[in-house]
């Protein structure tokens, strides 16, 4: 099991940016890691995920070019750099582990990732 620690969240006017950062601890070798928000009324949507080994990530449509995720493996942390933050953005934003090495080949799909964040809030203003 993987246990995720999300931090990072607040609230910015549009345009503004902040950095969530999820650190990853627990016995279990971790080999996707994505973020995943949720807004009130919406259901979930993956943000951004990446795999390292491959070198591989993914980013949805309505985020590409304005956020970016890393990996800082000497602190078994990642990262997700939000730019250009505009207030469709707000959500609750969790973190996402997955142990199975199957993941590579669908980092957007919410069923591939075994632990979960408790979430953190981000709030972007008009």
């Known amino acids: 099991q993987v246990e995720l620690t999300e931090s990072g969240g607040g609230s910015v006017q549009t345009g503004g940016s902040l950095r969530l950062s999820c650190g990853l601890s627990?016995?279990?070798?971790?080999?996707?890691t994505g973020w995943f928000r949720q807004a009130p009324g919406k259901e979930r949507e993956a943000v951004a995920a990446?795999?390292?080994?491959?070198?591989?990530?993914y980013y949805s449509d309505s985020v590409k070019g304005r956020f970016t995720i890393s990996k800082d493996g000497a602190v078994n942390t990642v990262y997700l750099q939000m730019n250009g933050l505009k207030p469709e953005d707000t959500a609750m934003y969790y973190c996402a582990a997955s142990t199975n090495v199957a993941c590579s080949s669908v980092l957007s799909a919410s069923y591939i990732y075994t632990d979960w964040g408790q979430g953190t809030q981000v709030t972007v203003s008009a």
């Open positions: 627990g016995a279990t070798i971790t080999y996707c």
């Open positions: 990446i795999f390292p080994g491959l070198h591989s990530t």
